[in-house]
């Protein structure tokens, strides 16, 4: 069984710049959950995506987007990239919205 | 809101010492507890979790205790080893979507 993946790896953008960030979530696993983890900090819930549809959101700025697609891997957008952005964004896939969250390894976006 | 705050680190330990992580939180009703562990360069990896009060959860040797009265969810270890070096951190999901609420994280640094 694969388990949570994500892609890039490491990112190096410049401000004002979009960037787009891709999940693939756990074979049957239909909630995809992201979350951003500056440097020395917790994680901080961006958003979660259930059957597609957002299922809730934190404290994060429009700018910050997402999608989730029929077999349910999903993308994280950021546009008008601003230097505070420079985090490890985390992606967790669980079994539906009730069950444990499985977290992939992360992508590293640097703003410069 | 949700709130966990967790004692800050860095915690450093010698081999087979006994290890107490502090982890407090602020919730209205019974959430679910976790603990993550963070290895360099990797993302999070659930520890153990519990779903009520009293609940103990364990794995690997490591032990958290639900207690509601006060509000507390601390990680304990009766002997560590180097390889338990790491971040490990604390959170809490309730409501719809179980989205985690985290502490913002103890380094652990064992020595030899």
């Known amino acids: 069984e694969t388990g949570v993946t994500q892609s890039p790896t490491h990112l190096i953008k410049t401000r004002g710049q979009q960037v787009t960030l891709r999940c693939s979530s756990q074979?049957?696993?239909?909630?995809v959950s992201w979350y951003q983890q500056a440097l020395g900090q917790g994680p901080q819930f961006i958003f979660q995506?259930?059957?597609?549809?957002?299922?809730g959101r934190g404290n994060f700025p429009p700018r910050f987007s997402g999608l989730q697609f029929p077999n349910y891997s999903s993308e994280l957008n950021v546009n008008a990239l601003e230097l505070d952005d420079s985090a490890l964004y985390l992606c967790?896939?669980?079994?539906?919205?009730?069950?444990?969250?499985?977290f992939g390894p992360g992508t590293r976006l640097t703003v410069t | 809101g949700n709130s966990v705050t967790q004692m800050e680190g860095p915690v450093t330990l010698s081999e087979e010492a006994f290890l107490t992580i502090n982890c407090t939180y602020t919730?209205?009703?019974?959430?679910?507890l976790f603990w993550y562990v963070q290895y360099p360069g990797e993302g999070l990896q659930l520890l153990l979790k519990?779903?009520?009060?009293?609940d103990k959860g364990s794995n690997k040797g490591f032990e958290a205790t639900y207690r509601k009265e006060t509000t507390s969810f601390h990680l304990e270890k009766g002997s560590v080893q180097v390889s338990d070096s790491a971040v490990y951190f604390c959170?809490?999901?309730?409501?719809?979507?179980?989205?985690?609420?985290f502490g913002g994280g103890t380094r652990l640094m064992v020595k030899p």
């Open positions: 967790a896939s669980s079994l539906d919205t009730t069950y444990e969250q499985y």
């Open positions: 074979s049957g696993h239909n909630t």
């Open positions: 959170a809490l999901s309730q409501g719809a979507g179980n989205m985690l609420t």
């Open positions: 919730a209205t009703g019974y959430p679910s």
């Open positions: 519990a779903t009520k009060a009293d």
């Open positions: 995506y259930y059957r597609e549809e957002e299922n």
